[in-house]
Nanobody, 123 residues
Framework: VQLQASGGGLVQAGGSLRLSCAASGLPFSSYGMGWFRQAPGKERELVAT????????YSVDSVKGRFTVSRDNAKNTVYLQIDSLKPEDTAVYYCATSAYRNTYYSAVDYEYWGQGTLVTVSS
């Protein structure tokens, strides 16, 4: 299983980014996916999850209304649209999936991780 995250960069507060995570080595449409982030000096935290079909999504309260998770199973890719960026959104963003194919809220429940993509938000 390989997950390749991309799309990060330096953006001003209030701006937007679209992160992508391309998956290979697995039947992508059979796996729920998660997005996490890790800010400097902090633990990795869940941002959002999406079910196998994309019909069910979850996002943490701190990003609701600003972050949107979606997927394109034909392209084996999951996306995270990030709008109204704030300096506190600065972090490395990771996509992940579990060998059990479900979505979970804790990082310890995910076995497969992308390499991360850095999002830096300037004030």
């Amino acid at each position: 299983v390989q997950l390749q995250a991309s799309g990060g960069g330096l953006v001003q507060a209030g701006g937007s980014l679209r992160l992508s995570c391309a998956a290979s080595g697995l039947p992508f449409s059979s796996y729920g996916m998660g997005w996490f982030r890790q800010a400097p000096g902090k633990e990795r935290e869940l941002v959002a999850t999406i079910s196998r079909s994309g019909g069910s999504t979850y996002s943490v309260d701190s990003v609701k209304g600003r972050f949107t998770v979606s997927r394109d199973n034909a392209k084996n890719t999951v996306y995270l649209q990030i709008d109204s960026l704030k300096p506190e959104d600065t972090a490395v963003y990771y996509c992940a999936t579990s060998a059990y194919r479900n979505t979970y809220y804790s990082a310890v429940d995910y076995e497969y991780w992308g390499q991360g993509t850095l999002v830096t938000v300037s004030s």
